[in-house]
């Protein structure tokens, strides 16, 4: 087995990275060509139960149309979590906040078992705070999650705003208190807090009624951040019945284009169940890897595809769920130190 991973391994790290030679004129400049695909495959039946049991030679991966030579093909069950618990706290969810909350501390209490795990917490209205940053330290989630309350309109817990939309003359100006910024606060969650853990199963959890009055960027901008930081994103769209309910369209959109699932709770025992099969879905998945064939480090999109090859899982009408692309990562140069 140890042999096994080591393999593994060193296939990763000789794909990952391959140094470009230097002419003169570069200024001792590197360019480090980042080339490894990791995908997330989850494997449902008819009945929606979890099929964990498939093989690399039962599917078949095409990028934009051209099939790709796997070097990695398990079960995730081992590769640590960094999840986002991405919470509304807008004054429409002041009804549901607090059975929010505890459904959540019941998920971290189930997810964050491996000392390799970590979760961060960010409430949000017209900006996002960091009120936890991404931690193993179960207790710090807990004391985090009880600080999250309703913006009145302004926000007052401890975590500081994130940045990294710009903001200047002709360009749209931050959000006021009291608004909802979604897809802002899906852009910075994925870009600024999950992007640099490297390494991990990433994923976001978005609790929100869906009704996104203040972003600066359009949904398409927040799904293409998460396809950039290889995150994928579920959403529990909760609100206040008694008011405006929730805009299911666009956060359902938004999920299943990165591989996720939208969950509409209707009740606290709804609530607690999405949380559970979130959960399960993320000790099911499978990892692939691949080199990609299309060498070009453009930054341009790749859509994925996979299929089924074993006539026998054909029959079993099987549905796989992963995200349908992703942004070829441009070559990055670095100046080496002096």
């Given at each position: 087995?140890?042999?096994?991973i080591?393999l ?8 990952a ?6 002419t003169?004129g ?41 099939p ?65 940053p ?22 007052m ?27 802002d ?16 199963r ?54 299943e ?18 949380f ?5 879905e ?6 692939i ?21 074993n006539?026998e ?17 441009p ?8």
């Open positions: 087995m140890k042999s096994t080591s593994v391994l060193v296939c990763c790290l000789s794909a990275f391959s140094v470009v030679g230097q003169p570069d200024d001792e400049v590197i360019r480090v060509e980042t080339d490894v695909t990791n995908l997330s495959v989850t494997a449902t039946d008819k009945q929606h139960r979890f099929i964990t049991t498939l093989r690399a030679e039962d599917i078949r991966v095409l990028e934009d149309g051209v790709q030579q796997l070097f990695t093909f398990q079960r995730e069950t081992e590769r640590p979590l960094a999840i986002a618990l991405l919470i509304d706290v807008s004054g429409s969810e002041e009804r549901t906040l607090p059975q929010e909350k505890a459904a959540a501390r019941t998920f971290v209490e189930s997810v964050i078992k491996s000392s390799k795990d970590q979760a961060a917490i960010i409430p949000f209205t017209g900006s996002a705070f960091l009120e936890q991404l931690t193993r330290d179960v207790l710090s989630l807990y004391r985090a999650l009880e600080r999250v309350d309703v913006a009145m309109p302004t926000y817990g401890s975590g500081r705003p994130l940045s990294g939309i710009p903001t200047g003359p002709g360009m749209k100006a931050p959000p006021p208190d009291g608004s909802t910024a979604i897809w606060a899906v852009a910075l969650a994925s870009s600024e807090v999950l992007s640099p853990s490297q390494g991990r990433r994923a976001i959890i978005l609790l929100t009624d869906g009704w996104d009055t203040s972003s600066r960027l359009v949904s398409d901008n927040a799904r293409d951040r998460a396809l950039e930081a290889e995150t994928v994103i579920y959403v529990i769209g909760i609100g206040d019945s008694k008011q405006e309910g929730v805009n299911r369209n666009p956060i359902r959109a938004l999920a284009r990165t591989g996720g699932l939208a969950f509409f709770p209707k009740k606290e025992d709804d609530l607690r169940t999405a559970s099969e979130i959960e399960q993320l000790r099911t998945q499978y990892l890897a691949y080199s990609s064939s299309n060498k070009n480090r453009d930054g341009a999109y790749r859509q994925l595809r996979i299929e089924i090859m006539p899982l054909r029959k079993e009408d099987l549905k796989l769920r992963y995200r349908p692309g992703y942004f070829a990562k070559l990055r140069i670095q100046n080496p130190k002096p």
